[in-house]
């Protein structure tokens, strides 16, 4: 298979319906799962790159066991390593009160409202699956600035994807979403 993108939307619900889908035609196909995407965090800079070690779900029961992502055959020097909340909603003062962030802050290093669904579906089908995120902001900001923000760091994440995806493709086919 040749490296393909595969875009999901923004929100959990839009990210398992989009997922869904495409496994249903690709589910027999061998790949590793490389979910790239922006995430709101509490101490990392604008534009710092995440690797996504671990992913804690919100709005949802914990599951009986860890939401461990899988790691890349290829080395990523400029990211650090951090856990994700993925929540149901966008995560910012605007969202959650003051006291629920600051504890939010102490079990998670980023957020975004999609990852726990794409990982839960690609642990279902039996893909590995990598996540890597481009800080977008520190949970301060509403939705409008988050879009002028992603629009303003999308050249640097497809710079690091690129990159990455090139490196990758030389050993084994990946799905980008």
Partial sequence: MKEQVHLTGIGRESATSSMLKFMQQH???DFTIFNMGTAGAHSAPVGSLVRITEIVSGGAAFLDHPMLTDTLPVPTPKAIDGKLFSSDCFVSHHVYSADFLKDLTTKADCFDMESSALYSI??????????FKIVSDHLDVDLSVWQERVHKLSPNLCDFVRHTLDELNKIEPVILL
């Fill in 27 to 29: 589910h027999n196909e």
């Fill in 122 to 131: 690609a642990r279902h089908f039996n893909k590995p699956y990598v996540s």
